[in-house]
């Protein structure tokens, strides 16, 4: 991975890491906490206030120890917004680099001309690859698919595969559409356990592995317990949702749609444009 790549990835953290703290700071109390400090028989006392705004005014109103919450939230928001200046600085200090950074490379350029790198290679197998180059070779690749109960994979995919259900050829379609190079139903081994995502996916910038579950319809008991098992391996072995791991929901009034796909491809892979199907 290129130091560019790296920096794409920092930046697409902090950003969702941004959303993050302006919904909780969104969700906070009005005003800001401030507090004055007083000794007495040598202990620390302290009174805590809540700031706001009354017209063209800010008022000082006391919080009594009995509203300690009110005290304990616009702590928190006030947490919230350092780390919140924290990260526009440093999605300022991404985006300066980024700025300036060269993305064309000469080098990259050379080698994936066929006839000189086909000639170069002869003499340094270890030429960079093209992260285009890398993902289409580990998406073709073969890799062991999930043998239990083949005769469930009916549905037919627009490349001529099957799927197991309407809602994963969804799926299966928009990520071949926005050329993302992934693997349906590979093993993965984790936490001592066994486990084929629906999805294994490889971002199309930094190469990082993500994983999509759908789970489907949780209004069957089994079903459930199975979902939270795997979570619970799952976010104890480092795949976390809305991090690395997608998920994606329905019920039989409310089945998966188009939308709903796009907008996690456009979360977590910066998707945009019209698909082409």
């Known amino acids: 991975m290129t130091l560019?790549?790296?920096?794409?990835?920092?930046?697409?953290?902090?950003?969702?890491?941004?959303?993050?703290?302006?919904?909780?700071?969104?969700?906070?109390?009005?005003?800001?906490?401030?507090?004055?400090?007083?000794?007495?028989?040598?202990?620390?006392?302290?009174?805590?206030?809540v700031s706001q705004r009354q017209g063209s005014q800010k008022v000082r109103v006391y919080i009594p120890q009995s509203d300690r919450r009110l005290a304990q939230a616009l702590a928190r928001k006030h947490l919230y917004q350092k780390k919140l200046e924290d990260t526009l600085r440093e999605l300022d200090a991404l985006d300066a680099y980024l700025k300036k950074h060269h993305a064309d490379s000469d080098i990259k350029r050379l080698v994936e001309l066929p006839a000189i790198g086909a000639l170069l290679a002869q003499d340094d197998p270890a030429l960079p690859v093209s992260m285009d180059q890398e993902l289409y070779k580990w998406m073709?690749?073969?890799?062991?698919?999930?043998?239990?109960?083949?005769?469930?994979?009916?549905?037919?995919?627009?490349?001529?595969?099957?799927?197991?259900?309407?809602?994963?050829?969804?799926?299966?379609?928009l990520l071949l559409n926005y050329s993302i190079a992934f693997r349906y139903e590979c093993r993965?081994?984790?936490?001592?356990?066994?486990?084929?995502?629906?999805?294994?996916?490889?971002?199309?910038?930094?190469g990082e592995i993500f994983y999509w579950e759908h789970v489907g319809r949780?209004?069957?008991?089994?079903?459930?317990?199975?979902?939270?098992?795997?979570?619970?391996?799952?976010?104890?072995?480092?795949?976390?949702?809305?991090?690395?791991?997608?998920?994606?929901?329905?019920?039989?009034g409310h089945p998966l749609d188009f939308s709903i796909v796009q907008h996690k491809l456009e979360e977590f892979f910066n998707c945009s444009g019209k698909p082409l199907y």
């Open 4 to 49: 560019s790549q790296i920096v794409e990835s920092e930046k697409r953290r902090l950003l969702k890491e941004k959303r993050r703290l302006e919904k909780l700071i969104s969700r906070s109390p009005e005003g800001d906490l401030i507090y004055s400090t007083s000794r007495s028989k040598g202990k620390q006392y302290y009174k805590w206030f």
């Open 140 to 173: 073709h690749a073969k890799y062991e698919r999930n043998p239990k109960h083949p005769e469930h994979l009916t549905v037919k995919t627009v490349d001529g595969n099957y799927v197991r259900s309407k809602s994963e050829a969804l799926i299966y379609m």
């Open 188 to 206: 993965l081994d984790v936490g001592g356990y066994i486990y084929y995502p629906d999805f294994t996916i490889r971002h199309p910038v930094t």
């Open 218 to 252: 949780l209004d069957k008991p089994d079903k459930v317990a199975d979902f939270l098992q795997r979570l619970r391996i799952y976010m104890g072995n480092g795949i976390l949702p809305d991090h690395n791991l997608i998920l994606t929901y329905e019920s039989e």
